[in-house]
């Protein structure tokens, strides 16, 4: 079993950054991809970044340049660097855990970009 708790989200000016956290417990070693996602209102949920056991990292077009995935090294927290913040990027973001057998998600974190 694998814990999921994000952290960081908040009200955020247009042009402004914040930092998302999401701190992974429990069956840690059999995680090989951890990700974050989003949802905005009234739209699906799409994957944002994620990072592999090796430390490889991919983007959504979107965000690349501006969003930066990356996790400590205890590998039990993964962060998401989010700056030029835009009013899209207002949603519920999401952390996600993948082991072999399972995947785990967190409970959501809202981001609001607005002036």
């Known amino acids: 079993q694998v814990q999921l708790v994000e952290s960081g989200g908040g009200l955020v000016q247009p042009g402004g950054s914040l930092r998302l956290s999401c701190a992974a417990s429990g069956s840690i070693f059999s995680i090989y991809a951890m990700r974050w996602y989003r949802q905005a209102p009234g739209k699906q949920r799409e994957l944002v970044a994620d990072?592999?056991?090796?430390?490889?990292?991919n983007y959504a077009d979107l965000v690349k340049g501006r969003f930066t995935i990356s996790r400590n090294n205890a590998r039990n927290t993964v962060f998401l660097q989010m700056n030029s913040l835009n009013p899209e990027d207002t949603a519920v973001y999401y952390c996600?855990?993948?082991?072999?057998?399972?995947?785990?998600w967190g409970q959501g974190t809202q981001v609001t970009v607005s002036s």
């Open positions: 990072i592999t056991s090796d430390g490889s990292t």
């Open positions: 996600f855990a993948a082991t072999s057998t399972r995947m785990y």
